[in-house]
């Protein structure tokens, strides 16, 4: 007798979600601006939504690409797509025209549900002849001439549930197509199975400590693998009551914190700096923070050094990864950053890592070399991809472009990105070293350190320096400070002063950009 055997569900979103309502039903899930939401009123809306999704009759593995900023309709609506089968596809809420219709076309999406400010951009490249897979697209939010939302399909008492125990989707089934922030090439797709996300999700909790009763707030983009993935599907799990913004404004997570004894903020470097230096910082009560994570890019260390004096009895963990393992790869922990506090960690629960040298060979400790990882975190490949699905996995170890030393305790220092490290006069500079340099001058906000291509240094250290409100700073001096304290070959040929730095909405420094704008022209102090 032939027994078929039933996909795993045990090991889904889906169930995930199951489990977490049924040990904590009257427990606060979500709170929004004004809404609050159980965990039971929260696996309803899930539900309800999702028959919605059912009855367009898309069939199973269609992609589905959410473009809006934070809000519970956006973290409603990620849940019942994995309850479905179709495979949610986020979008950088910054992206318009082109950038927008590569990554709509690309994934082959075809449902799009944008909030209002975004889905006459989606019309847009619609009515130019883009985005011909696009056949459907719905409000994420309530309009002033819509009420059929999806938030008003997660609210309404009269909507039809779906009737599922989720024993069509199968944990090696694709629950995202998580596309990478595109800073060194065109974004490619990570396809991420609901087991390779709750891989990393048991990985999170353990490395990060996560708890019920941390009360985090979740402000970084949820489009962002890291606030998505790291955070607010881990505190779910465990039945914590998490509180959503829509953006990481400052005065406001600063007045949260004290009014709703807020225990674990995660925000990228790019916030924190800024917050590092606010007025509000002095007058707002931290006491109730426990926990602060930080990730996504690189922290200045001078930054983090003053933070955690400030603020001794908060432990602060830094985030190391990449989109293509969900992303969490390695975490320092509070009680490592004394002794390390450049460093990004060790490699989390699920994950193994090498180092692997110029010459092919496994790095030395101290060693520079390229990250890999091995885990059931890792991607299945790129989306529609082949070639760079190839040229990314290397005898099942997958190559992350970081280039990282190693101590012999397996404590992992990031040099810099590999395409990011500068020739300059045929030796080897990482830009990381000469900014963290650059941070130590009082006057610096930000400063970005990379190479411009030159006729006799084959690329010219250049610093981009964003200095503090009303601080003075001049190119000579700031080049005077690097050569007091490293190489002189390592210090800037060009310094330029500029009003902000380009980052995408995930917080990462967009080098390409500072790099195409300088491409041959002089000299700047």
């Known amino acids: 007798m032939n027994h078929v055997m039933p996909p795993s569900t045990s090991n889904t979103i889906g169930a995930l979600l199951r489990r977490s309502t049924a040990r904590n039903p009257e427990a606060i899930a979500l709170l929004f601006e004004d809404r609050c939401w159980t965990y039971r009123e929260f696996e309803t809306a899930v539900h309800r939504v999702a028959r919605r999704l059912m009855d367009t009759d898309l069939p199973a593995g269609s992609r589905v690409a959410v473009y809006g900023a934070n809000s519970d309709a956006?973290?409603?609506?990620?849940?019942?797509?994995?309850?479905?089968?179709?495979?949610?596809?986020?979008?950088?809420?910054?992206?318009?025209?082109?950038?927008?219709?590569?990554?709509?076309?690309?994934?082959?999406?075809?449902?799009?549900?944008?909030?209002?400010?975004?889905?006459s951009l989606v019309n847009q490249v619609r009515q130019q002849g883009q985005v011909p897979t696009v056949k459907h697209l719905w409000a994420l939010l309530p309009t002033a001439e819509h009420n059929d939302s999806i938030?008003?399909?997660?609210?309404?008492?009269?909507?039809?549930?779906?009737?599922?125990?989720?024993?069509?989707?199968?944990?090696?089934?694709?629950?995202?197509?998580?596309?990478?922030?595109?800073?060194?090439?065109?974004?490619k797709g990570a396809m991420m199975t609901h087991a390779s996300l709750m891989a990393q999700y048991v990985s999170a909790i353990i490395a990060l400590d996560l708890t019920a009763e941390d009360r985090p707030l979740i402000a970084m983009p949820l489009y962002?693998?890291?606030?998505?993935?790291?955070?607010?599907?881990?505190?779910?799990?465990?039945?914590?009551?998490?509180?959503?913004?829509?953006?990481?404004?400052?005065?406001?997570?600063?007045?949260?914190?004290?009014?709703?004894?807020?225990?674990?903020?995660?925000?990228?470097?790019?916030?924190?700096?800024?917050?590092?230096?606010?007025?509000?910082?002095?007058?707002?009560?931290?006491?109730s923070l426990a926990k602060a994570q930080y990730g996504a890019s690189i922290m200045p260390v001078t930054v983090l050094q003053r933070l955690r004096a400030r603020y001794p009895k908060i432990g602060f963990y830094n985030c190391f990864g990449q989109s293509e393992l969900g992303p969490l790869c390695s975490v320092l922990r509070p009680e490592e950053h004394e002794a390390r506090p450049a460093s990004c960690g060790r490699p989390v629960f699920y994950v193994e890592?090498?180092?692997?040298?110029?010459?092919?060979?496994?790095?030395?400790?101290?060693?520079?070399?390229?990250?890999?990882?091995?885990?059931?975190?890792v991607m299945l490949g790129y989306w529609n991809k082949p070639e760079a699905t190839a040229e990314a996995f290397f005898d099942g170890w997958f190559r992350s472009g970081d280039q990282v030393t190693v101590d012999s305790r397996g404590y992992i220092q990031v040099v810099d990105r590999i395409k990011d490290v500068i020739n300059t006069g045929g030796v080897l500079v990482a830009p990381r070293e000469v900014e963290d340099c650059i941070y130590e001058l009082d006057q610096v906000a930000e400063v970005a350190v990379l190479g411009v291509a030159d006729e006799r240094w084959i690329e010219a250290i250049t610093a981009v320096v964003v200095l503090k409100e009303g601080a003075q700073l001049t190119a000579e001096s700031v080049r005077s400070h690097v050569k007091s304290r490293i190489a002189d070959y390592k210090v800037p040929k060009r310094v330029d002063f500029v009003a902000q730095l380009p980052r995408n909405q995930s917080g990462k420094l967009l080098k390409r950009d500072l790099r195409a704008e300088r491409t041959g022209q002089g000299e700047q102090g």
């Open 74 to 119: 956006y973290a409603i609506l990620f849940f019942a797509c994995a309850l479905t089968g179709l495979v949610h596809v986020p979008v950088n809420f910054a992206l318009k025209g082109d950038e927008l219709s590569y990554l709509l076309e690309d994934s082959g999406a075809v449902l799009v549900i944008a909030d209002e400010q975004r889905a």
């Open 151 to 187: 938030l008003d399909t997660a609210m309404d008492p009269n909507a039809p549930v779906a009737i599922m125990q989720n024993d069509h989707v199968a944990s090696s089934d694709l629950a995202q197509l998580l596309y990478t922030s595109g800073t060194t090439s065109a974004p």
């Open 224 to 287: 962002h693998s890291a606030a998505m993935h790291v955070f607010l599907l881990p505190y779910l799990s465990l039945g914590a009551s998490v509180r959503l913004l829509a953006k990481p404004d400052i005065p406001q997570m600063l007045a949260l914190v004290e009014s709703e004894r807020i225990g674990s903020l995660f925000l990228a470097p790019t916030v924190w700096v800024p917050l590092s230096n606010h007025p509000d910082l002095a007058t707002r009560d931290l006491s």
């Open 353 to 377: 890592a090498r180092v692997i040298n110029s010459a092919g060979d496994i790095a030395r400790a101290g060693e520079p070399g390229e990250i890999q990882y091995r885990s059931p975190q």
